[in-house]
């Protein structure tokens, strides 16, 4: 059976606890609370002894109460301190930071002349105006990009039926892990062994404008004989196109007298190099860029492993999710239009 009564039962410190909450976070629920209490017959002084508030307080409220009703209670808003620094601060700050440096908070500080605000403070001016973020590294533009990227399209425009197009480009394999932001257990950050000597590998990769078709090898250095090779590859993977055009960066592999020697007794495959630093109008370079997430904070025991990483990557991905990944349509290598029946499958 349940006693007839029931009392909280608390500590000093629980007791000071529930009142500071009352005067804090909670005070809105209090002035309710008064003016409840007040309905219910009790005077201001005895619900300020109870809440702990002055009895002046207990009856401001209950007259706020009575002449705006429940939206009177809440805070009015308030001006509050005057902000530290010039009115003009945030925009000093905002034309400082448009020009590329190495800026933290104490250089901003200094180049705005030591403006009279702690370093807390004039962090906070800064995150109001500006982000903590890396810059983004962009290649600088072939003068003459347009003129050859034109081109580019008029040669494959004019390819006979058949023809294949082919994206190519290099890139590295390394034993030394790359490092990149994941998620973590709160309390716990991921540690990636390090080789102790790296160790590298080439790898040329080349993908079909069309169909989205992967192609590539895995050689120990990046030397005309190993793209050559590279280059028969392709040719045997399409026996019957009348021409294979592939498109590539300004390598020195790429017009080497060895390189051009070979291409002298294959005519059926041609090498067409793109503008210079533009490194963007490769699909190819998107296809990298997926290989390298994949194989970020990994660390293999040998480039072996490392090697049988990148093979497993590309065993696993169809042609469409490589047509998806390179975008070959974005790139202004090819004439408009250029694979557009396949372009709503990817």
Not at 111 to 127: N, Q, V, W, Y
Not at 176 to 193: E, I, K, N
Not at 320 to 346: H, V
Request: aromatic share 6%; proline share 7%.
């Amino acid at each position: 059976m349940r006693p007839a009564h029931v009392y909280a039962s608390m500590s000093a410190d629980q007791h000071t606890e529930l009142i500071t909450a009352l005067h804090g976070p909670w005070r809105n629920a209090t002035r309710i609370m008064m003016v409840v209490l007040s309905a219910a017959g009790m005077s201001a002084s005895e619900i300020a002894d109870l809440l702990h508030y002055d009895p002046k307080t207990v009856r401001a409220w209950i007259t706020r109460h009575h002449s705006e009703g429940l939206a009177g209670l809440p805070d009015r808003p308030r001006p509050g301190r005057p902000r530290k620094g010039s009115p003009s601060l945030g925009e000093r700050i905002h034309a400082l930071l448009q020009t590329p440096k190495s800026w933290t908070t104490a250089r901003i500080w200094k180049a705005l002349g030591h403006p009279k605000l702690s370093m807390s403070t004039m962090r906070r001016r800064i995150k109001e105006q500006a982000r903590w973020a890396r810059p983004r590294l962009i290649a600088k533009s072939d003068p003459n990009r347009d003129t050859i990227c034109a081109d580019i399209r008029d040669r494959i425009t004019a390819l006979p039926a058949g023809s294949v197009v082919l994206a190519e480009d290099e890139t590295h394999l390394d034993l030394l892990a790359r490092v990149r932001s994941c998620w973590m257990p709160t309390g716990l950050r991921h540690r990636v062994l390090t080789p102790g000597t790296n160790v590298r590998r080439t790898m040329h990769g080349a993908v079909n404008l069309l169909t989205g078709a992967w192609h590539h090898h895995v050689s120990v250095k990046n030397v005309s004989v190993v793209f050559c090779y590279f280059l028969q590859q392709l040719l045997d993977a399409y026996p019957t196109a009348p021409v294979i055009t592939v498109i590539t960066d300004n390598g020195s592999t790429h017009h080497s007298g060895i390189t051009k020697r070979w291409l002298a007794e294959h005519p059926r495959i041609q090498v067409i190099e793109g503008a210079k630093y533009s490194p963007q109008d490769n699909p190819t370079e998107r296809i990298w860029a997926v290989l390298k997430r994949h194989l970020a904070n990994s660390a293999p025991a040998t480039i072996t492993d490392r090697v049988h990483q990148a093979h497993t990557f590309f065993q696993h991905r169809t042609d469409a999710q490589n047509l998806t990944t390179a975008a070959p349509w974005t790139s202004p290598w090819l004439p408009e239009g250029y694979g557009e029946e396949l372009r709503a499958g990817a």
